[in-house]
């Protein structure tokens, strides 16, 4: 929990001065819709932790969100129910997600190297697929991310259930300890009994299950699908990985600090929009964000803490 | 606890406080949006311009069409690009502009429809939307006007005429383009060829038409296998920047450019469309003599014209409306509510240092 002190107090800090800036900036609206456009990214975050926690990295999630909102839009558009063409949608995406765990175990492969490619495959498909085109959603099915419910909008309240099932798993299951165990040590975990690659497998195939549902709120927001949508998406999504506390080298998860991250990154975003901060300025503001986090997260806060602290608090 | 907190949170908000000082930009106002609340611009129309990209020196002459104009049609304007120019990334300046309280968000699309669903959200709010220099084809209903660059059934003519005048209107030319399947190329490529058959131009023989992909590298190689291939070509017209620019580098090479040491019977003439900045070099140098591109100032001048318009509700995004813009002509809103701001200028020796795009 200590961890997400920082991003929550920053969450604040940036609320503060979005106001101080912008006399239209906190407007509950504005802020949920504009959140909203980025649910995607913040849901693929939460199997993005397994991921990175187990030490690996997929770089191929934006690639698959495109592909398989490219599929099943094309599948719609052919005459397939809606209910059974987005429950389709989703089982490509676990697919695509379950293909890459399989090739990195497989080949015991970097998962660098084998998600790059995939990253290229999934969206050279979607394009050989669409071509230049785009495919328009039945209309039956646009729109969930203007739909609310509790005040907030489907995507969003989708991204929190997401992130409550992602932390207990995280943190209470034996899945989840295995996970930290292989990205700890793999070599120590393979040893203790932990089935290394299973874990893998079903971190990848998790996380395209998640892709795929992305890739159907996407389709609904947008009304369409092509191939060339969310592009640099992955590194978006690895920043809010980061930024939450997740170490990148593995074995240390927080999937909440990656939902804090998400409202934090978000909020920043607007704050940046209304005050009209020019593209260089945001791009290099989320970059510093990016960085201090790094470096928040490796400080010894301890021996700082105990340096500041008046002698006569200090322990002896 | 409270020592760590102030510790980490300091250098973060000074330096989120400081960039945003620094970049915070209002043009035609003085003053910074933090204090200058919506309602407070009078009667000042208030337009944003989304262009496709940022750092893009074109947009930069587009929006100098709304900065010198501002004054004149009681504009208060500023932009805003996307930090990336991928289909959807406009979305969220889109949504932003609108919260900012804009009245009129004029927009160079990435995309022909992605963006459909956001702009009939922020219409719904009361802002005119204005699409300029490109549109969304196909999505038309989901803006009110177009705004674009020149006509381009002019082009195929004008870039004709422009090397047969170098030529004298005779001899062996080539066509330099950029991918075979880029609709504007091949429908300028069509006009020029129709051209040709104008009994004016009957001893211009079009001989190849060669794509340079809008490659640098292949765009050399193109021209060079063109020069080998046929010893008597007199005249290239390349209609894409990138193109030119790179058949402009190669003519100096060989020194083949009319005038240079190896010219043979009079010199390689070439010519096209391409931005003056690209083109500098080359034109003082005498490589290339004449060349054509509309001026994206004329858009920005015409959308924020309409933008004021619009807004007071003064003119109707009807076709077939006409209008005066002081000092810049009459105009008409043409078929699918779109509207030419303006003409190919071609730029010689003389006027290219008045161009800094």
Not at chain 1, 135 to 163: C, R
Not at chain 2, 212 to 236: C, F, M, Y
Not at chain 2, 327 to 356: H, R, W
Request: hydrophobic content about 45%; charged content about 15%.
């Amino acid at each position: 929990m200590r961890r997400n002190i920082l991003p929550g107090l920053l969450i604040v800090l940036v609320a503060v001065i979005g106001n101080r800036l912008s006399p239209n900036f906190l407007d509950f609206a504005y802020l949920r819709d504009s959140a909203t456009l980025v649910a995607e990214l913040g849901l693929i975050a939460v199997g993005m932790n397994f991921i990175i926690t187990s030490g690996n990295i997929d770089l191929s999630v934006g690639s698959n969100m495109v592909l398989t909102a490219c599929i099943t839009a094309k599948f719609m558009v052919g005459g397939m129910p809606a209910p059974l063409a987005l429950l389709l949608g989703v089982g490509i995406g676990t697919l695509l997600g379950w293909l890459n765990g399989v090739l990195i175990t497989y080949f015991r492969a970097p998962s660098f190297l084998i998600t790059v490619a995939t990253m290229a495959m999934y969206r050279g498909a979607a394009k050989a697929l669409l071509g230049p085109q785009s495919v328009k959603a039945p209309s039956g099915i646009v729109g969930i991310d203007t739909q609310t419910f509790a005040g907030l909008t489907i995507p969003l309240l989708i991204l929190l259930v997401t992130a409550s099932i992602g932390a207990f798993v995280m943190q209470k299951t034996i899945f989840g300890s295995w996970v930290v165990a292989v990205g700890s040590n793999s070599r120590t975990a393979l040893y203790s009994g932990v089935p290394v690659a299973r874990v893998v497998r079903t971190s990848y195939t998790l996380t395209g299950f998640i892709c795929g549902i992305a890739a159907m709120l996407m389709l609904s927001r947008l009304g369409l699908a092509r191939h060339d949508l969310a592009m640099g998406s992955e590194l978006d999504i690895i920043t809010i990985v980061v930024v939450g506390g997740t170490a990148i080298q593995g074995g240390a998860a927080n999937v909440i600090g990656s939902l804090l991250a998400f409202i934090l990154i978000a909020l920043l975003r607007s704050v940046m929009g209304v005050a009209n901060f020019t593209a260089e300025y945001q791009m290099t503001i989320i970059g510093i964000l990016l960085i201090g986090m790094v470096l928040a997260n490796r400080l010894p806060l301890k021996l700082i803490l105990q340096k500041l602290r008046p002698k006569s608090q200090r322990a002896p | 606890m409270k020592t760590r907190l102030h510790i980490l949170s300091l250098p973060i908000l000074a330096m989120i406080a400081i960039s945003g000082c620094g970049s915070t930009k209002t043009d035609s106002g003085s003053k910074p949006d933090a204090s200058t609340p919506s309602a407070s611009s009078g009667t000042k129309t208030k337009i944003a311009f989304i262009p496709k990209s940022a750092g893009n020196p074109y947009f930069a002459r587009l929006e100098s069409g709304f900065k010198s104009s501002a004054d004149q049609f009681g504009v208060e304007f500023t932009s805003q690009a996307p930090t990336t120019a991928d289909a959807t990334s406009q979305i969220s300046v889109i949504k932003d502009q609108a919260q900012r309280g804009e009245e009129v968000i004029v927009l160079s699309p990435n995309s022909p429809d992605a963006l459909n669903e956001t702009l009939d959200q922020a219409s719904a709010k009361g802002v005119v939307i204005i699409t300029a220099d490109a549109d969304l084809t196909g999505n038309e209903s989901h803006r009110s006007i177009g705004v674009l660059s020149c006509d381009f059934s002019t082009i195929g003519p004008e870039q004709v005429e422009l090397l047969g005048a170098l030529i004298g209107y005779e001899g062996e030319i080539a066509i330099l383009s950029a991918t075979s399947d880029a609709p504007n190329q091949n429908a300028w490529i069509e006009g020029m060829k129709k051209t040709l058959t104008d009994p004016k131009y009957s001893k211009m023989k079009l001989v190849e038409v060669v794509y340079g992909n809008d490659e640098p590298q292949k765009s050399t190689t193109e021209t060079e296998a063109l020069i080998t291939k046929h010893p008597n070509l007199r005249g290239i017209i390349a209609p894409t920047s990138v193109g030119l620019a790179a058949a402009a580098q190669v003519l100096s090479q060989k020194e083949l450019a009319p005038g240079a040491k190896n010219a043979k019977n009079g010199g390689l003439v070439l010519t096209g469309l391409g931005t003056p900045n690209e083109l500098k070099k080359a034109v003082k140098a005498g490589t290339v003599a004449k060349f054509q591109l509309w001026d994206p100032a004329d858009i920005g001048i015409v959308a924020s014209y309409l933008g004021t318009q619009l807004r007071a509700k003064k003119l109707e995004a009807k076709v077939g409306t006409k209008f005066e813009i002081p000092g810049k002509g009459s105009f008409e809103i043409k078929d699918k509510n779109i509207v030419i701001a303006g003409k190919l200028v071609t730029f010689t020796k003389e006027n290219i240092d008045q161009y800094d795009f």
